[in-house]
């Protein structure tokens, strides 16, 4: 199910959840939860547009500092409750983006003592691209945003 | 059905060919067909690796002028006899290709007077990767391995 990893341009990280993984993947692909998790606060969610389905769109807008940031892509893969992949590399309808930035593959398994095994691997182009992302703080962006998300699909567990 | 085109990045060509799309859609997607029309004579397909899916491997090796080349990828989109979409950009896995050249969209539709209406679309990251594909000959190319297409099909109608 792990895909082979490379360490010259593939950056990953893995934690166990306390919620099950049909609430994480809603979690992750219904808009209106996205801003309650998807930025490491302060940051904020300010738009979100989804078409949940290979090549549909998965565009955000972020706020950070006062700027407005727009993030552009599409879903890869979507298999429901086990793998989402998407990408800044495409806009819809397979238009190649000039400098893409990275492919996300997140995975969801049952863990062995209940809750998710949550997996987020990001794949770069190249070794440079890896390096900038990890200095922009890769294992602390995603782990604030694992945090946020295990905290609010608390919230909606029934 | 004909997705936006965008002149500064995109080339596109269309044909109709006096084949059903069943069949022009087998010979695209079976590994056996690929070399009997893919690349324009004298240059030859020594071998395909076909696995048709999203994210499934599209590869071959061509011999152009007695040098071998490399051409690997995979599926981003598979409607059976309608659309066809795959790119260098990934190869399989999602593992994306440091300097992308292209993505390619396939269509194909029943022609008024029968037959296949045949439109292939190549999208660039950005207008110079476009200008250096119409100047290695896009057209012509595109052109050709419709001829030739057109011409292996014709043998194997029942």
Known sequence: MMPDLDPNTD?????????????VWECWTRPEHIPHFFVP????????????????????VFNVDGNEMDNKGVYLD?????KL????AYTEGWKPAPEPFMTAILLLADAA????????IARHRN??????????????????VATQLEAYAKGLKK
Do not use: C, Q
């Open 85 to 88: 992949v998407f990408t800044d």
């Open 78 to 82: 979507v298999v429901a409750e086990e």
């Open 41 to 60: 606060a302060p940051h904020t969610v300010t738009a979100v547009d989804i078409d949940l389905r290979v090549g549909g769109r998965f565009n955000t």
């Open 127 to 144: 070794p440079d691209t890896r390096k900038s992302h990890e200095d922009m703080g890769f294992h602390d962006g995603w782990g604030t």
């Open 11 to 23: 950056l990953s990280f893995t934690r166990t959840l306390a919620v099950p993984r049909s609430l």
């Open 113 to 120: 003592g209940g809750g998710t095994t949550y997996t987020a």
